[in-house]
Every structure is written in C-alpha cells, then in structure tokens.
C-alpha cells in the first residue's frame, strides 16, 4: 500500500470509531430515558391501603376539608411526647403517663414510639366510619374496624394507636407491666390502659371491635 493511500485511509479510521462512539453514548442515554420513564412515579401521598384498616390518621383527606389536626389528624412520625398535637395532648392523663413511661423503658432497647392516631374528635370518628363503610361495602364490615363517635375509646381519649412494628412487638411483650393492652385480635396497634393488668395480666383479646360489649351500647 501506498503512503497515499495510507494517509487516505486513517482519516476515515478515526471517522468510523468516532461515529461507533456516538451510536454507544446515545444507546446509553436512550436506556436511561426509558428505565426511568418505565419506573413507576412515586408519591409522598398514602392510600388507605398503606395504613392500618380503620386507622387510616392523616392519610385521609377531610370531606369539605373542615377536618384538621384539632379534631385528631396527625403527620407522621409524632412522639408520644409532643403535646403539640391534641391527638396527643387531649388523651387520657392515666392513659399517656403509661405510654410515656413504656416509651422511656423502650427507648432503651432501642425502641421509639410514635402515635398514628390518639384522641379524635366525633367529628372525625364519624368521618372516618363513614370512609371505612365505602371502603368496606357495608356497615357490618366496617364496625370491625371503626367505632362509632358514641362508643369509640379514640374519641373519649382512652386509646391510642401506636405507629411502628417494633413499638408494638415491644409493648406485646412488655406492655402489661404498664398497664398497656391490646385489646383487639386484629388491630395490633391499638392500645388501651388497664391497670390490674400490672399484677394480672392483660385480658383475653377480642377478636375486633364487634365483639366488645362496649361497642354494643
């Protein structure tokens, strides 16, 4: 070959790999749009099938948006020390010291209570049965997991729905030397004081809220 030739041919060497370069860059960045495009959004927002049934907290927007952090609404991650929020600050004085000081215990097991939902309004009990009837498909079925304003232990502030796993594997396990009981079969997080559970034990579980002669009234 030539050195004519030669110089003729180099020039269009490095066109060739520079082209090849551009198609790689370009696959590339075609692939990133795409995943990203393919991957589903994501959204600070909750749908009540991200929460505990009946316990739906902050998660559920108010009807005419009257509903509001004074009747019981709580963002997440509230402590059961904030008196900030009256879903905090309006439960039971009996009821919060306990869960205070099984907070304090937990906390040195690396524990940390935080409150989904504590004292609430009638207001906002009756909205959130009014929810849980659309959200179940009838009143039978939703009485299994909220009260009416009448009968609920939220709204006269002797419950209080603690918000993590940890936090109510711990008061399973250590939750009677408070006083601290579950008191439904299918509502893990809902806590209520009794006190001879301190010495005795807390009580059989109800299977859910139907079962309790309370909500019979």
Known sequence: MSRTATARTRPRRR??????????????????????LSEPASSSAHSFSEVPPGDPGTTIAADDGAISEHDGILPGGV?????????????????????RAAAMAAADDGVEFTVNSGWRSAEYQDQLLREAVS????????A?????????????????????????AWLSEHGAGYGLCQIYGNE?????????????????????????PRMQQ
């Open 135 to 142: 959200d179940y498909g009838s009143e039978e079925e939703a």
């Open 188 to 212: 893990s997080w809902h806590y209520e004081l009794r006190p001879e559970a301190i010495d005795r034990g807390c009580p059989p579980m109800f299977a859910d809220p139907t079962q309790d």
């Open 79 to 99: 402590s059961v020390f904030d008196d900030d929020y009256p879903a905090v600050a309006n439960l039971d004085p009996d009821l919060l010291h306990a869960v």
């Open 144 to 168: 299994r997991w909220v009260a009416t304003a009448d009968t609920s232990a939220h709204v006269s502030g002797k419950a209080v729905d603690i918000g993590s796993y940890d936090a109510t």
């Open 15 to 36: 066109l060739g790999l520079f082209a090849l370069g551009l198609v790689v860059v370009a696959t590339a960045v075609t692939g990133t749009v795409v995943s990203q």
